[in-house]
């Protein structure tokens, strides 16, 4: 199974893009049965989580850094997870990566790449002027 999240491109400060990930290579997976992360890194630093989406009861959970201005949600027709990126910032800028796995138990767990299972190549944010 390959995830892959597209989408990423250039936009200037304030502006807005809306990133997709979806999953190939078994017909028999699917992302409703996970919980799907996305998380973001910059050259030469730490993989930092940015959104999940709980499979079953459709919680969603947010960084401090982007809560208001991200928003994570499933499509209706298609096996595939959006992150609509609002009033998006240039600290924003970075490879956006999505993510499946299982439910852990504790209240963190989603916040750490260690607990995904499933990875995709990334798609490249930049917001600059």
């Known amino acids: 199974v390959q995830l892959q999240a597209f989408g990423g491109g250039l936009v200037q400060p304030g502006g807005s893009l809306r990133l997709s990930c979806a999953a190939s290579g078994d017909s028999e997976f699917s992302l409703r049965d996970y919980v799907i992360g996305w998380f973001r890194q910059v050259s030469g630093k730490e993989r930092e989580w940015v959104s999940c989406?709980?499979?079953?009861?459709?919680?969603?959970e947010y960084a401090d850094s982007v809560k208001g201005r991200l928003s994570i949600s499933r499509g209706d027709a298609k096996d595939t997870v959006y992150l609509q990126m609002n009033n998006l910032k240039p600290e924003d800028t970075a490879i956006y990566y999505c993510a499946a796995g299982p439910e852990h138990y504790g209240s963190t767990w989603f916040e750490k790449a260690a607990n995904y299972d499933y990875w995709g190549q990334g798609t490249l944010v930049t917001v600059s002027s």
């Open positions: 989406l709980f499979g079953t009861a459709g919680l969603r």
